[in-house]
């Protein structure tokens, strides 16, 4: 472990960077390559064509614009719903993401 100064402004030496010295990385030429591929290899699933794709989209987009539109014009018990629907996937969402986090296990430093 080494201190490394940091800044050239007054009062820097009051300030120091610690570096801790890392063992190297394998290169990516040590990795193992993946085995060739045979030309009898299944081939890929088709992928779906690029206006079908922005179909999609731009319907889903005008659903969801249409839909934020009919919560406001329908009023505030409507609207009040929608936030507290949206807010308890939310808070589902987070509390199954921070679930997953806790029960992977840590990644040690070795």
Do not use: N
Not at 41 to 59: E, G, I, N, V
Request: net charge positive; charged share 15%; glycine share 6%.
């Amino acid at each position: 472990m080494r201190c490394v100064r940091v800044g050239g402004f007054p009062f820097a030496h009051l300030f120091f960077r610690v570096d801790i010295a890392r063992r190297p990385s394998p290169s990516p030429r040590d990795a193992p390559h993946p085995p060739p591929t045979s030309p009898t290899a299944a081939p890929l699933p088709p992928q779906p064509s690029k206006w079908r794709s922005f179909r999609t989209r731009f319907l889903s987009a005008v659903v969801m614009i249409g839909g934020f539109c009919l919560f406001l014009y329908l009023g505030h018990v409507p609207m009040v719903c929608l936030i507290f629907v949206v807010q308890g996937l939310m808070v589902r969402e987070l509390f199954a993401l921070a679930a997953g986090a806790y029960t992977r296990p840590l990644l040690s430093s070795t």
